[in-house]
């Protein structure tokens, strides 16, 4: 059974930085591609980064571009996002998913088979 588990949600100030974490388990987490997906409240889920597994193919969307970095840890089926310069519209639930293949169109619509229960993302201005 797949099991997909976010940590590292919280609240910080506008401008401040966290790092997401995501275990996989009961998968060869290296047949996976992983994304990061996030919904604010009244609004739809979206694609925030996602990256193949072995980590040559990476997509983000505009919104975050230049502020938040997606990597992963093989060794540890572990999956990161690193949110730095963040703003009060980057308020969100963040989940983590994987998913056997990944396309930028995959990550834009969150077409990934396996989820997280989510994490809270709170930026106050």
């Known amino acids: 059974q797949v099991q997909v588990v976010e940590s590292g949600g919280g609240v910080v100030q506008a401008g401040g930085s966290l790092r997401l974490s995501c275990t996989a388990s009961?998968?060869?987490?290296?047949?996976?591609?992983m994304g990061w997906f996030r919904q604010a409240p009244g609004m739809e889920r979206e694609g925030v980064s996602c990256?193949?597994?072995?980590?040559?193919?990476?997509y983000y969307a505009d919104s975050v571009k230049g502020r938040f970095t997606i990597s992963r840890d093989n060794a540890k089926n572990t999956l990161y996002l690193q949110m730095n310069t963040l703003k009060p519209e980057d308020t969100a639930v963040y989940y983590c998913?994987?998913?056997?293949?990944?396309?930028?169109?995959?990550?834009?619509?969150?077409?990934?088979?396996?989820w997280g229960q989510g994490t809270q993302v709170s930026v106050s201005s």
């Open positions: 998913a994987a998913d056997h293949s990944l396309s930028e169109i995959d990550c834009r619509y969150g077409r990934f088979g396996h």
């Open positions: 009961g998968l060869t987490f290296t047949d996976y591609a």
């Open positions: 990256i193949s597994w072995s980590g040559d193919s990476r």
